[in-house]
């Protein structure tokens, strides 16, 4: 079982990489090696198998050629250009988010072996005037690049998957938190930073009302999502293999009273509260109704409580914990 | 007004561009010239303006470049190869259906205009498991490369009209009944033979029984509908530059019926039912229960009944008529 994780330098990638060298198994199979590829060349966890790690631009066909042979079993593409950079650069999205995509795919269907490949998609494939909730059968509608980008890219998947080129499967992840490290560029940015600066001693702004609601799920569950996601049968995803992967709806006071149950009342006091319109403007139109019943079917979960993402975090994460 | 059909020499591009040549404007503004692009040079109609034809692959950027200029002011993207091709050649269907389409968007989009552009997807985007009826909002879920291919164009077209770079709308054409000219390989050639040869005096091939349900619409509405699609306001379309383009269901057995009603009794006897396992196949699957509220909102129109289809046919395209 050799795999190679395409954005294995990002919070996902890393924290995936470090579960499976504890793991030393997938699909079944002992893992042989690993390979962790991103524009850096990532850090490499401790693991019981050989882990390389690789440079790699995927809007560079040749680059991706040269990362994945007859001998890769398992590709997670997790690389992309996130959604405020792609949304103000747009060739570069275009370039990764769209043509990486479809160079991986390509190399893919070059070789006589079918990877098995798990794509990261989003919840930012949703958007505009659709019903709620969401369900498994409703549109995406993307409001951004990013969004536009990653709904073509579960397109590519399903249907190189069709094909018999890869064995794919495409997750569409919830904002993820409490995310580890530093504030970003993210309109979502707030969403992981007014638990995770609190929590390092430090103040944190909310941009958002305390009734303000979002669809949430923990990095420690999001790896568990993504393992089984590459281990269940392809056939038992039916017509599409795209799906929602499940969280859960949490308010920020829900989250904050959550952070309070498990660390105490005094890192509740270092959030505040400062309106952002600009913020406001863009996530208000992002779901947080949704009904990911197809990945429940199939054995993906979401967190149990919000309580259970600070202690993930406080645990795996917290700086000197 | 400056009008390019790429796709021209088509059997909507050539009715299309009749029609347009007819009316002398759109938009509300004379017709000044047209261009007729296709891979091989399209007839020219008779015309109150200067009409071009001029041999264009899509999948050659720089020759789309020449097509496309500051003085665009419409774009009809019709060109496109078809689903059973795209299915045997996955190369060429990749090349033009997304490539083609891509360069034609990044092109507008080099250019300081924003020109309309009307792209055809086909309803063959959808299918898999979705509740019946398909509304605006249902997932497009694809089971065919060329239905992948129509369903990133739609999404390519969305995101480049949300950004500024073309005014786009993209409507999912139904079946056309009934088509002119030749049987053709796709599997939905006989849904317009069953019709076309017998009242040429010819046999035809039925692979259906009588209650076999499909979505239709005449060429001459599809032309109309195209034109009012040009003229729509594009902010009226709401979050989403998609949508279905009205048609009707019919069984085999209406459509028969229609035809005897228009032409009488004899043209019915040439048909000959024999059953085609592998075409039922595929044709089975294909959605016929749906819901184009979105378009009818806007003044897109279905055919009023599958006689009117027959008459047209027999006004429009029966040879020596």
Chains 1, 2 share one sequence.
Not at 146 to 162: F, H, M, T
Not at 178 to 187: D, I, M, S, T, Y
Not at 207 to 214: E, G, Y
Not at 285 to 291: E, M, P, Q, S, V
Request: proline fraction near 7%; hydrophobic fraction near 40%; charge should be negative.
């Amino acid at each position: 079982m050799n795999i190679l994780i395409i954005g294995g330098g990002g919070v996902v990638g890393q924290k995936l990489a470090r579960r499976l060298a504890e793991r030393g198994e997938l699909r079944g199979q002992t893992i042989s090696s690993m390979v962790l590829a991103d524009i850096a060349d990532p850090p490499q966890p401790e693991a019981p198998f050989p882990v390389a790690s690789a440079s790699c631009d995927i809007s560079d066909a040749a680059a991706v050629a040269g990362l994945i042979d007859e001998s890769t079993d398992v590709i997670y593409l997790l690389a992309a250009v996130v959604s405020a950079h792609a949304e103000s650069d747009f060739d570069i999205g275009m370039r990764v988010n769209l043509h990486g995509v479809l160079n991986v795919l390509e190399r893919c269907r070059a070789l006589q072996s079918a990877p098995v490949l798990v794509f990261t998609s989003s919840l930012a494939v949703f958007g505009g005037d659709v019903p709620d909730p969401i369900e498994d059968w409703t549109i995406p509608n993307p409001q951004t690049s990013y969004g536009a980008q990653k709904a073509i890219g579960e397109l590519l998947v399903n249907d190189y998957s069709r094909r018999g080129f890869i064995d794919g499967r495409a997750f569409r992840l919830p904002t993820i938190s409490v995310r580890p490290g530093k504030p970003n560029l993210a309109a979502s940015s707030f969403m992981s930073s007014i638990i995770r600066e609190p929590l390092n001693g430090q103040e944190a702004v909310c941009p958002v009302d305390l009734d303000f609601p979002h669809y949430y799920l923990s990095p420690r569950r999001c790896v568990e999502n993504l393992i089984l996601g590459a281990e269940i049968d392809g056939d038992a995803m039916g017509s599409s293999r795209s799906m929602m992967m499940p969280g859960r709806t949490w308010t920020i006071g829900q989250m904050i009273d959550a952070m309070t149950a498990v660390a105490g009342p005094d890192p509740a006091k270092l959030i505040r509260f400062e309106e952002q319109p600009e913020i406001n403007a863009i996530v208000k139109g992002w779901k947080y109704d949704l009904n990911p019943a197809k990945a429940l079917s199939l054995g993906l979960k979401a967190d149990d409580s919000f309580e259970d993402n600070v202690r993930y975090y406080i645990k795996d994460d917290l700086p000197g914990a």
